[in-house]
Each structure stands twice: as structure tokens, then as C-alpha cells.
């Protein structure tokens, strides 16, 4: 993905804040009418074994909300959320009703997501009843592990370590791929959920990756007869999907695709801290570095070739031909879950 030149004279002005209550990092799970304690405790369960792969507290202060859609007073939910957002203003009115933008505000009964919101400094999880009623195969915990995992994505690629402190830069390009394209953000958060999973037994690790592989090869099958070509460096941008979908076909590579993209690298690199930790420690830094020779969006660009030692135009090349090999050996790269 090349790098856009910018000739503005705001490219190097960051806002920068303070972490909220750093060492004493929470998890919050509001009870909200509707969602069963059972399903509160299994979420928490879930998301507590997320982030104790990276430590002993979340990245962040992080808000959990599980609602449903009919019973759940969403006046209250709404509230909680627009807060945690840190919605203002006339922000925080039209967030009242509509949300996170989703098509049918707090009343969208398959919401999933989750973000660290950069104006509160808190992370922000969301789903309704068709995401944690969802049990089979234990798919809601998966659920819970890939949207916290999404709050220390984008936490971690403002976060200047050294500092201590959280950097937002105050110029950003239209469509923002600050912390990477897509496939890494789909797919890094599905590659982890698996490996949570795994490590903890709610599903069998292998089983789960080889379903998602054999559902990347019939989208490329069927990418064909649309005249679609499906590859990570087509899944790369929103703007990219919505072309895709305006022409009838359902992109999800991004997820299985961007999985085993992850595993891949994972392979060639003999650990999974590159795709876990070390790509996302090094995007601030790097971001802010290439801003001051006159280009953004290139942290991480330059994140992916330190921790793989690869460009991603390279890795591109290697993961079209990965995508050939046959199934049984590409399960054979497959390494023990969080090893």
C-alpha cells in the first residue's frame, strides 16, 4: 500500500494526554435488563483471559456493554455509551439515537464492536443478543476476545511507551489506516480470539482454523465469478469492501483471509509476538517519525517490515502463493495456540 504525501503544515501536531489511571486499569460490565448474569460472567471470563495474555489489567479503563434490544432500558445504555465515548454537544445528542452509526442505532440486534476512544481514553466494547446469545461452538466468547483485542489495537498505535502517554496526531486522511488495512484489523483480532479460545479449550484451535480456511478458498472461488480478485491487498480498505458489496458480493476474507495471514506470519517468523505485540508497540513511533518527512499513514508500513522483514508489498507476493498450497499443508504451519 503506498504512503500518502502530505504538504500541510499541521502533519506534525499530535494532541497528547495522560493515560487514565494507569496501573489500576478496569474492566466495567454494566448490568442492563435483559442479559442474563450468566452471559456477564462468561464474557467477563472470556475478556479477562484476552488481555492477561499481554498483563495483569486491561490496556485500558474498558467499558463492556451487553444490551438486548427489547428489554434493556436503551435510554440507559445510550447514556453509559455516549459518556464512555465522550460525546458532546450536538455529538451527544444525535448519539443518543444513533450510537455507533450502525443502521439501526442502539436497536441493531447483531452489534458487535469496540474501540479505545481517543477522547475519553477509555475503551468502549459493544454487542447485543445476536452476538452473546450466539453459543455455538462458544462463538459469543470468541466475540468478546476479538473486540477487546480491536480496544488494544487502536489504543496501542497512539501510544508512545517511552512517554508514557497517548498521542492522537491532529491531521489525519480521509479514510484512516493508521494502525494498518483491514485484513491486519479483522484478521489480527480473529487470529487472536482463535488463539484465546484454544489456549482455554472453548474450541478445538485446529478445527476452527481449518473451517475458516476452507471458507477463504470458496470466497476466492466465488470472488472469480464475480470478476473479483480476492486478495489481502484488495481487502485493504473500507472503500474497498463497499465497491465489493455494491456489486452484490459479501467481502469476509478481511477476517479469514487476515487470520491466516496472521498465522502465516507467524510461521515465517517462528513467534507470534510480532503479530500480537511488537507490529502495534512500534506504529506511534513510526507514524510520527515519517510525519515529520512528509508522510502519513506510514508507521505502519514500516511496523510490518521491522517485526517481518518484509515490506507488505512483499508479503503480499509470499501469502498469494501460501493461499495455493493445499489444506493439509497449510494446516501443518499451525502452531500451538499463544505459542
Avoid at 142 to 157: D, G, L, P, R
Avoid at 163 to 191: F, L, M, N, S
Avoid at 203 to 231: C, F, N, P, Q, S
Avoid at 240 to 263: E, T
Wanted: charged letters at 25%; aromatic letters at 14%; hydrophobic letters at 35%.
Amino acid at each position: 500500500m503506498a504512503s500518502e504525501g502530505v504538504g500541510a503544515q499541521n502533519i506534525n501536531d499530535y494532541d497528547y494526554f495522560k493515560r487514565v489511571a494507569p496501573g489500576k486499569e478496569r474492566l466495567i460490565i454494566p448490568a442492563y435488563r435483559g442479559v442474563p448474569a450468566k452471559t456477564r460472567r462468561l464474557m467477563k471470563r472470556a475478556i479477562t483471559q484476552s488481555y492477561r495474555v499481554f498483563g495483569r489489567r486491561p490496556i485500558a479503563n474498558t467499558y463492556a456493554l451487553y444490551w438486548h434490544t427489547k428489554k434493556s432500558n436503551l435510554t440507559k445504555v445510550a447514556t453509559k455509551w455516549c459518556s464512555v465515548a465522550g460525546r458532546k454537544g450536538a455529538d451527544l445528542k444525535r448519539c443518543m439515537s444513533e450510537g455507533g452509526g450502525w443502521d439501526d442505532g442502539f436497536k441493531t440486534v447483531n452489534l458487535a464492536a469496540a474501540v479505545f476512544e481517543t477522547a475519553t481514553r477509555l475503551g468502549l466494547m459493544e454487542s447485543t443478543e445476536g452476538n452473546w446469545q450466539d453459543s455455538g461452538n462458544n462463538f459469543h466468547a470468541k466475540t468478546a476476545s476479538h473486540e477487546y483485542f480491536h480496544v488494544y489495537q487502536t489504543m496501542m498505535q497512539h501510544y508512545f511507551e517511552k512517554e508514557d502517554r497517548i498521542g492522537i496526531p491532529q491531521k489525519r486522511t480521509r479514510e484512516d489506516v493508521h494502525g494498518g488495512p483491514v485484513w491486519i484489523i479483522e484478521g489480527g483480532a480473529d487470529y487472536f480470539a482463535y488463539n484465546v479460545m484454544g489456549k482455554h479449550k472453548w474450541r478445538d484451535y485446529d478445527e476452527w482454523m481449518e473451517e475458516i480456511l476452507i471458507e477463504a478458498k470458496a470466497e476466492i472461488v466465488r470472488g472469480k465469478k464475480k470478476g473479483i480478485k480476492v486478495t489481502l491487498r484488495n481487502y485493504a480498505k473500507d472503500s474497498q469492501l463497499d465497491k465489493m458489496k455494491a456489486k452484490g458480493f459479501f467481502p469476509h476474507f478481511q477476517y479469514d483471509g487476515g487470520a491466516w495471514a496472521m498465522a502465516y506470519l507467524r510461521y515465517l517468523t517462528g513467534t507470534n509476538k510480532g503479530v500480537f505485540t511488537n507490529y502495534y508497540k512500534d506504529i506511534a513511533e513510526l507514524e510520527r517519525t515519517w510525519r515529520k518527512k512528509g508522510k502519513m499513514n506510514y508507521g505502519w508500513q514500516m511496523s510490518f517490515k521491522k517485526n517481518f522483514g518484509m515490506t507488505v508489498n512483499q508479503f503480499y507476493t509470499k501469502f498469494n502463493r501460501f493461499m495455493k498450497w493445499s489444506t493439509s499443508r497449510q494446516m501443518k504451519i499451525l502452531a500451538k495456540p499463544l505459542s
